[in-house]
């Protein structure tokens, strides 16, 4: 039983594999690239595991940006794992602190996405021991893979030429996280003030644009939320 | 020195952002301003981050449909919108840039 959900768990990930690869040599030669050793380089992306992160505070430190905003940046992109474990934590409320402390150093995109996807369909009511079997099924050959992808980067660090502009790639990976998620008029109009926000102060030092531009648009998408709320509660009292 | 802080700091950060609700998900529930404003996230600070990369060249703002990243980067969200996929959202990007690259290369 704990073997086929494994061996389930591997296989459903299978797709995710070749993106996997390209995400850890970019992460591996970005690193590099931004005047990292090659250890250091492969430290962190084996010990962060999160390459989205990674490429975008090691570009704004290499741009200028002083260290403390590379982690606040690096903290932000991640900040959406949060809500991953909020959505996990009920499924594996019998995880021993070991178990959940393993869960949450290879969780990715792709595991939370797939492991979710079973334990609140397919897999409901399966017991721990065989959810868990399934989520390190997606995890462990992802992580080797990356792994590998990211010594590999980082050995071929600057080799890789900047003409296939490959630094563009966090930002369409974002793309891919942003979309869904603007949902309804006050998440849009977020994404909007955000975009001229960010455009407009990034010529602000230490990269601060970014943080001001994503805070008042955060704020302009609660205050709209506020307001549709309010109007939806007054419309409904007699 | 101070690589290494930054290294040590963007680990810990992000192994705390993967654990905390995992382990007290069953325990608390956050305060609705905190829920609220998780939401936005994406949509406000993401989009922060990621588009600057995408409309500034060399330093300053380039609207112009010659500008290969910001055609991709709406290729992209047209994909993701359509498909909810990372992989072909960022191969239909990367292939933009690459096309309208080349076809300013042989024209010029």
């Known amino acids: 039983m704990q073997r086929a959900a494994f061996l389930a768990g591997l296989r459903d990930n299978l797709p995710f594999m070749p993106g996997t690869i390209a995400f850890g040599l970019l992460a591996g030669a970005v690193s590099v690239q931004s005047g990292l050793t090659q250890f250091q380089a492969m430290f962190l992306s084996t010990i962060l595991f999160a390459g989205n992160s990674q490429i975008v505070a090691l570009q704004l430190f290499s741009g200028g940006a002083p260290w403390i905003i590379a982690v606040l940046a690096c903290g932000v992109v991640n900040l959406r794992h949060v809500m991953y474990g909020m959505s996990l934590g009920p499924h594996v409320r019998e995880a021993p602190t070991r178990w959940k402390l393993l869960m949450a150093f290879l969780m990715v995109d792709n595991v939370y996405g797939l492991s979710h996807a079973h334990f609140a369909g397919d897999g409901r009511g399966l017991d721990w021991g065989t959810k868990r079997a399934y989520y390190f099924g997606t995890a462990l050959l992802g992580y080797a893979i990356w792994v590998a992808a990211c010594i590999a980067g980082a050995v071929l660090g600057t080799g890789i030429p900047p003409s296939w502009q490959l630094d563009a790639i966090p930002s369409l990976g974002m793309i891919a996280i942003i979309v869904p998620n603007v949902k309804d008029c006050p998440a849009l109009l977020a994404a909007l003030v955000s975009v001229v926000l960010a455009t407009l102060l990034n010529d602000l030092p230490l990269r601060v644009g970014v943080l001001i531009a994503g805070g008042v648009a955060m704020l302009v998408g609660l205050a709209l939320e506020q307001v549709a709320l309010d109007r939806a509660e007054r419309g409904t009292r007699p | ?108």
Do not use: C, H, K
């Open chain 2, 1 to 108: 020195m101070i690589v290494w802080v930054m290294i040590a700091l963007m680990i810990a950060v992000t192994f705390a952002e993967r654990y905390v609700m995992l382990e007290l998900a069953n325990r608390v529930t956050l305060p609705m301003w905190l829920l609220r404003s998780l939401r936005f996230v994406p949509a406000a600070l993401l989009t922060a981050i990621a588009v600057p990369n995408l409309i500034i060249r060399g330093g300053s703002v380039d609207l112009s449909p010659l500008n290969a990243r910001l055609l991709a980067g709406i290729v992209a969200a047209f994909v993701a919108w359509r498909t909810r996929n990372v992989i072909y959202t960022i191969g239909a990007g990367m292939l933009t840039i690459w096309v309208v690259t080349l076809l300013q290369a042989s024209q010029s």
